[in-house]
């Protein structure tokens, strides 16, 4: 045992039992030896919170049955153990973040049936950030009663950006909620999803077959869960197929929620013929934008065009995105659409004094720098002069991956005249008026 972990064999005599209300609030209240709970759930609840409130999340460690009965738990730091760097598994291409973190408490089963904490490590060997707990995988949780009041002003019609919004007011401000307006987009979708019972999956399903049955080549497939329901969707007919095998070396991908009563996210794929025209090669329904359901989205289109990849795809900078293509797409050359970046720069660099001169400046290494020892020299010079900017994590990331957006570090590869969706936003209204509002 090291010189920051405790161990202890009997409780505190000191009548520590917490309250129900104790592990609520703004207080921290840390983990202690001899600490006493009802039962574990109300321990992982409180050390949930307390993870919560301090910037990281936990994970189970151990658990140990005796006839039975579970009788010893041990939460950790989900930073625990060593870092993969890795895998021969495709879904583990990307390294984890553990970092040996050895911050953890375990508790075990007492004779009054109370759970007694016996062991405690608070030392952690990374920074932790309280200000973005609520990102965390562990910590994006809604609550029932948030839940309901969600799926219920949606089914009215309420546009999600103010339910958000309302959300937000009532909570002082969105760093005092666990959730994001994406995590509501993502629980709304799923139950949509699963919406599509009796009348509209039906419906979907009896039309795809007419269309198979009037056209061979009409490809479509259907994500079903464990009890048989709809949960996505993707199709592409003859002409989309047949485009591709013509004019498929690059596509752009994205991402939209329709305007109608399900506002769920719809995909498609886009692609450019010789006259310079868009045109579509695909179409998808999604239950959520998670990495798991962009890859199962990727891998039907990928089987739709007989397992022959893109040469490069265009997308916006979503990491689930990111992930699924690098699972299935291993050797397509990802690029992020530049329009979506250079949009956000009023929104990412706004607050700063020289916003206006900044932003002229950024635009100007951007597109003209015409190699990449010049943008990285323009690149210096501009963190130099406002130098305020080297704490921007949006632009630290932006250069991390710049060989991703940056024309001059993307000019190498063929993109067949494209460097944004825009495309694929232009496909909106023929794709969606050819069939999405006429079935859903």
Not at 243 to 253: A, I, L, M, N, R
Not at 257 to 268: I, V
Not at 275 to 295: M, P, R, W
Not at 398 to 408: A, F, G, Q, S, V
Request: net charge positive; glycine share 6%.
């Amino acid at each position: 045992m090291n010189g920051n972990e405790l161990e202890s064999e009997e409780p505190e005599k000191s009548g520590n039992v917490l309250d129900d209300d104790s592990n609520h609030g703004d207080q921290i209240v840390e983990p202690k030896l001899g600490m006493m709970f009802e039962s574990a759930d109300e321990l992982f609840e409180f050390y949930n919170n307390y993870a919560y409130k301090t910037g990281f999340f936990i994970k189970k460690r151990t658990c140990k049955k005796e006839n039975g009965v579970l009788v010893h738990v041990s939460y950790a730091c989900s930073k625990e153990g060593k870092n993969i760097t890795a895998s021969n598994t495709p879904l583990n291409l990307l390294p984890t973040q553990r970092t040996g973190c050895k911050a953890k408490i375990s508790a075990r089963l007492c004779a009054d049936d109370k759970w007694m904490i016996s062991v405690v490590s608070l030392q952690h060997n990374h920074l932790n950030s309280p200000s973005k707990a609520r990102y965390l995988r562990g910590h994006k949780r809604i609550n029932t009663a948030t839940k309901k009041r969600v799926l219920s002003s949606d089914k009215a019609g309420i546009r999600m950006c103010k339910i958000y919004g309302a959300l937000t007011v009532e909570g002082g401000g969105y760093e005092n909620l666990s959730y994001d307006e994406k995590t509501l987009r993502n629980m709304i979708a799923r139950e949509k999803v699963l919406e599509l019972g009796e009348g509209d999956a039906t419906a979907l399903l009896d039309h795809f077959t007419n269309m198979q049955n009037k056209d061979p080549n009409f490809f479509y497939r259907l994500d079903i869960d464990g009890i048989g329901r709809l949960k996505n969707v993707f199709w592409a007919d003859n002409r989309c197929r047949e485009s591709y095998k013509e004019f498929g070396e690059v596509v752009t991908f994205d991402t939209t929620y329709l305007t109608n009563k399900y506002d769920m996210p719809f995909s498609q794929f886009v692609g450019v013929n010789h006259h310079g025209q868009s045109i579509l090669l695909g179409c998808g329904l999604l239950s959520n934008e998670e990495k798991e359901t962009f890859a199962w989205l990727f891998k039907a289109w990928l089987d739709c065009m007989n397992g022959v990849a893109p040469g490069g795809i265009i997308t916006d900078q979503a990491s689930a995105m990111k992930i699924a293509i690098e699972i299935v797409f291993k050797d397509t050359k990802h690029r992020w659409c530049l329009w979506h970046i250079m949009k956000k720069i009023p929104e990412k660099l706004r607050r700063y004094d020289n916003y206006v001169r900044i932003k002229s400046r950024m635009k100007k290494v951007v597109y003209d720098s015409q190699c990449p020892a010049e943008f990285e020299e323009r690149w210096s010079e501009m963190l130099e002069k406002y130098e305020s900017l080297k704490q921007n994590k949006w632009l630290s990331k932006l250069y991390r991956e710049k060989d991703r957006w940056i024309p001059c570090f993307v000019k190498t590869t063929f993109w067949a005249g494209m460097s944004t969706t825009q495309r694929s936003v232009s496909m909106n209204h023929l794709s969606t008026g050819m069939f999405i509002q006429e079935h859903l």
